[in-house]
């Protein structure tokens, strides 16, 4: 093996030493504390990331196809907004599907910027996606989005175009949306256009049971998404969890306007993980998601707090999801 190999080997091998560590500290701290929660962002390694594919395909999770809905109607309104040449920013790309609508409708982007933590999971969908679009350049970042990051320099003298859908701005509290808002901002620069999908919240359109199948779908796949953040704290952390004696659930919370899941021992039992012995009793949850939801209100007015203006907001056609696109005045003064 010769010696840049070796050493490409060694920092890729700290890479993952230290993501381990990160997950490990993560984990203890969020078990020992008085009420058990687990950072969301832990649900997407392999076979993560693989179960949300298929949440996304279930006929109860109607968030992802009302989301693609609105972007086939308004892909060319967006198209339009980007203007030519334009570079395309996605937080949190996962499979990198929904962003071929954009693709489509921009005329000649430069680059793709696709930002994710699962790095295999997005070298692959981006490996997908430069063979159908050989004309723009792919800049993959392996990172996490809620962090501080560096984006490579991009081709092009277009716009920047972020992207972020999904509604997975609603996995953050409303004040770390907004920060993270505030810092998509940073990253995008003055001039730049944000595109982000959001999930409404219930209202006399959208009863709370739309909500609640969403998240408890009957063939269990959320079920199994949820439970395999334990599976993953088993193989990676060598913990001893029985998924078997873990049950998911998921509420909508109408007064804090958000779907909760958990996961709720069965029984009183100790768990080892990492060298510790962590007891839960029968009936205690591990919280290990919110899934925040907003009016269009609350969302321009948390937006506009961040340093965005809202140029346009959509909605399907039942009132159940949105697209807004934000602005960011072309000087900072501005
Ligand atoms: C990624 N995120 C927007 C999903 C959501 O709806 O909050 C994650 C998810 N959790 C359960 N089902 C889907």
Redesign the pocket.
């Known amino acids: 093996m010769s010696a840049l190999k070796t050493l490409a080997r060694s920092a890729a091998e700290a890479t993952e030493e230290a993501a381990t560590a990160a997950f490990r500290t993560d984990v203890l701290t969020g078990l020992m504390a008085p009420r058990k929660a687990l950072p ?1 962002k832990y ?1 997407y390694d392999e076979a993560g990331s693989r179960l ?1 594919d298929l ?1 996304c395909r279930l006929p109860e ?1 109607y ?1 992802t196809r009302t989301e693609l809905g609105i972007l086939h109607a308004r892909a060319g309104d967006i198209g339009a907004i980007a203007g030519a040449g334009a570079t395309l920013i996605e937080f949190g790309s996962g499979s990198s599907e929904k962003v071929r609508l954009l693709l489509d409708a921009m005329a000649a982007p430069a680059a793709y910027v696709p930002i994710d933590i699962s790095g295999a999971h997005m070298r692959a969908a981006v490996a997908r996606l430069g063979r159908d679009y050989p004309g723009v350049a792919m800049l993959p970042v392996e990172a996490d989005f809620t962090r501080p990051l560096a984006v490579p320099a991009m081709a092009g003298q277009g716009r920047r175009l972020g992207f972020f859908p ?3 701005i ?2 953050f509290t409303p004040d770390a949306a907004a920060g993270f808002l505030a810092n998509a901002g940073e990253v995008l620069g003055p001039g730049s256009a944000f595109v982000v999908g959001f ?1 409404l919240a219930e209202s006399a359109a959208k009863g709370a049971e739309v909500l609640h199948a ?2 408890n779908d009957r063939q269990g796949v ?1 079920a199994a ?2 439970l395999n953040l334990l599976a993953r704290i088993n193989r990676e952390l060598g913990a001893n969890f029985d998924l078997a004696r873990f049950r998911h659930d ?1 509420f909508y919370d109408r007064a804090e306007r958000r ?1 909760e ?1 958990h996961l709720e021992s069965l029984a009183d039992q100790r768990v080892r993980i990492a060298g510790e012995s962590i007891r839960f009793a029968r009936g205690e949850t591990i919280h290990t ?1 919110n ?1 925040c939801k907003y009016t269009p209100a609350a969302f321009a007015r948390m937006a506009r707090h961040a340093g965005w203006a809202q140029r346009v907001i959509w909605t399907d056609p039942r009132e159940w999801f949105a697209v807004t696109v934000l602005e960011r005045a072309v000087s900072d003064a501005g």
Request: charged fraction near 10%.
């Open positions: 969301p649900f949300f949440i999770y968030p999904g509604s997975t609603g996995n999930d969403a998240y959320t998404f949820n998921a779907v899941m998601e899934s």
